[in-house]
């Protein structure tokens, strides 16, 4: 991934060198010109093209900022009501991921998550013991976090 960078910023520069003129908006032209021609190679090589996960990790960004504002409403919903209405508590969720990078940042994710905490990673280290405000449904939120972070954590992560 990194040669890929490399290249598109070579290739932005003899673009932006061929022309007279010298600014931001030659230079940005020619990223995108070595985009287009380092994607129209990597088409046929096994290789992951860079934006693939560049766009992969953006994704995932913009999934925690919107688990964070729908959990942060959740939160202050429970909040102002006169009547504490929820059912804490704690349930074990086993992951698909592998590397511990790959976990620690799901539990990272969890952490920062209004309403939920991981506790603890299991010794088989595929355990998570997570902590949550309001569970209704353990497996229902199970399935959630899988189909939500850890899908995305593994298409950033994953080749």
């Given at each position: 991934?990194?040669?890929?960078?490399?290249?598109?910023?070579?290739?932005a520069?003899?673009?932006?060198?061929?022309?007279?003129?010298w600014?931001?908006?030659?230079?940005?032209?020619?990223?995108l010109?070595g985009?287009?021609?380092?994607?129209?190679?990597?088409?046929?090589?096994?290789?992951?093209?860079?934006?693939?996960?560049?766009l992969?990790?953006?994704?995932?960004?913009?999934?925690?900022?919107?688990?964070?504002?729908?959990?942060?409403?959740?939160?202050?919903?429970?909040?102002?009501?006169?009547?504490?209405n929820?059912?804490?508590?704690?349930?074990?969720?086993?992951?698909?991921?592998?590397?511990?990078?790959?976990i620690?940042?799901?539990?990272?994710?969890?952490?920062?998550?209004?309403?939920?905490?991981?506790?603890?990673?299991?010794?088989?280290?595929?355990?998570?013991?997570?902590?949550?405000?309001?569970i209704?449904?353990?497996?229902?939120?199970?399935?959630q976090?899988?189909?939500?972070?850890?899908?995305?954590?593994?298409?950033?992560?994953?080749?």
């Amino acid at each position: 991934m990194a040669y890929q960078i490399g290249l598109n910023i070579a290739i932005a520069l003899v673009w932006t060198f061929l022309h007279d003129e010298w600014s931001a908006s030659r230079f940005v032209v020619g990223y995108l010109i070595g985009m287009v021609l380092i994607w129209a190679i990597y088409r046929v090589r096994p290789d992951r093209f860079y934006m693939q996960k560049a766009l992969a990790v953006i994704y995932l960004l913009l999934l925690f900022l919107k688990e964070l504002w729908v959990s942060s409403l959740a939160v202050v919903r429970q909040i102002l009501r006169p009547k504490l209405n929820i059912r804490p508590g704690i349930f074990a969720m086993t992951t698909e991921l592998e590397t511990d990078f790959e976990i620690t940042l799901l539990s990272c994710l969890i952490c920062l998550t209004p309403g939920t905490l991981t506790l603890e990673v299991g010794h088989d280290g595929r355990t998570l013991y997570i902590h949550a405000m309001d569970i209704e449904d353990a497996d229902e939120l199970s399935r959630q976090i899988k189909s939500t972070f850890e899908k995305a954590i593994m298409e950033v992560t994953r080749v």
